[in-house]
């Protein structure tokens, strides 16, 4: 992405993005590779691989559309690309209790862990198979049985979720439950930036959320950005007071 999107640390010199930013669309697709490849992903819960123990999904789902699935292989869940190596067509298609992962395309199947197992018609072919040939193990981890994946994770998410169980100490995750009659899901027509800047400024709160302006002091709102140094202190002082 270029660096003329530079923009001061000093709030009092800073200008905001030009409009090209939001409306040049290879800026857009550029930002896909940039951002959002780099980012961790809430998946699903591992309850969801029990009694199935392999699930395909697409990571950014109409957005980057990346073909992976998650395997779970003597009770270690973890994430791989369901691309198969042979000729690249989509391994898995559904959610199923299976011991192998195997390609309708050609019939190449693969071990729960990633590795390639057979492949007719290549019986004798020398040096075969090799680590090439295996699927691609992608990042995940696992929090509070919530699975997160990752592209290409820059960001140590670690220090995030430290900060969750910092902030919700005592909160009884293992008790949640999905209840589909009050699931929402909301389309907003608004570019994905736009959308995170409302959430971060207070501008709009007297406007657009009156009832809010009584509960909060707005020469006092801040934005926090939780750095890596701030996150391991918060998590230090966590772990010791469990220890008292």
């Given at each position: 992405?270029?660096?003329?999107?530079?923009?001061?640390?000093?709030?009092?010199?800073?200008?905001?993005?030009?409009?090209?930013?939001?409306t040049d669309e290879n800026i857009?697709?550029?930002?896909?590779?940039?951002?959002?490849?780099?980012?961790?992903?809430?998946?699903?819960?591992?309850?969801?691989?029990?009694?199935?123990?392999?699930?395909?999904?697409?990571?950014?789902?109409?957005?980057?559309?990346?073909?992976?699935?998650?395997?779970?292989?003597?009770?270690?869940?973890?994430?791989?690309?369901?691309?198969?190596?042979?000729?690249?067509?989509?391994?898995?298609l559904d959610s199923?209790?299976?011991?192998?992962?195997?390609?309708?395309?050609?019939?190449?199947?693969?071990?729960?862990?990633?590795?390639?197992?057979?492949?007719?018609?290549?019986?004798?072919?020398?040096?075969?198979?090799?680590?090439?040939?295996?699927?691609?193990?992608?990042?995940?981890?696992?929090?509070?049985?919530?699975?997160?994946?990752?592209?290409?994770?820059?960001?140590?998410?670690?220090?995030?979720?430290?900060?969750?169980?910092?902030?919700?100490?005592?909160?009884?995750?293992?008790?949640?439950?999905?209840?589909?009659?009050?699931?929402?899901?909301?389309?907003?027509?608004?570019?994905?930036?736009?959308?995170?800047?409302?959430?971060?400024?207070?501008?709009?709160?007297?406007?657009?959320?009156?009832?809010?302006?009584?509960?909060?002091?707005?020469?006092?709102?801040?934005?926090?950005?939780?750095?890596?140094?701030?996150?391991?202190?918060?998590?230090?002082?966590?772990?010791?007071?469990?220890?008292?």
């Amino acid at each position: 992405m270029s660096n003329r999107f530079q923009i001061s640390d000093d709030i009092a010199s800073a200008n905001t993005l030009s409009s090209e930013f939001y409306t040049d669309e290879n800026i857009f697709e550029s930002s896909k590779e940039t951002i959002f490849a780099q980012s961790w992903q809430l998946i699903t819960h591992s309850k969801n691989l029990t009694p199935k123990n392999i699930l395909p999904f697409s990571f950014l789902d109409g957005f980057i559309n990346e073909p992976l699935v998650l395997t779970k292989n003597e009770g270690e869940i973890n994430c791989y690309s369901n691309v198969c190596t042979h000729r690249a067509h989509v391994v898995c298609l559904d959610s199923c209790d299976s011991t192998i992962l195997r390609c309708r395309y050609h019939g190449r199947t693969f071990e729960l862990d990633g590795k390639m197992k057979a492949m007719p018609g290549f019986e004798g072919v020398k040096k075969f198979p090799t680590e090439k040939d295996n699927l691609p193990s992608v990042p995940s981890q696992i929090w509070r049985d919530f699975i997160f994946v990752s592209l290409n994770p820059n960001l140590n998410i670690q220090n995030i979720l430290n900060d969750i169980d910092y902030r919700l100490q005592g909160y009884e995750f293992d008790k949640l439950v999905l209840d589909k009659n009050q699931s929402r899901s909301y389309i907003i027509e608004s570019h994905w930036a736009l959308y995170c800047e409302n959430y971060l400024e207070e501008f709009h709160i007297p406007f657009v959320h009156k009832g809010l302006t009584k509960d909060i002091v707005l020469d006092e709102y801040q934005t926090i950005i939780l750095e890596m140094e701030y996150c391991k202190l918060r998590y230090v002082m966590m772990v010791r007071m469990q220890s008292l």
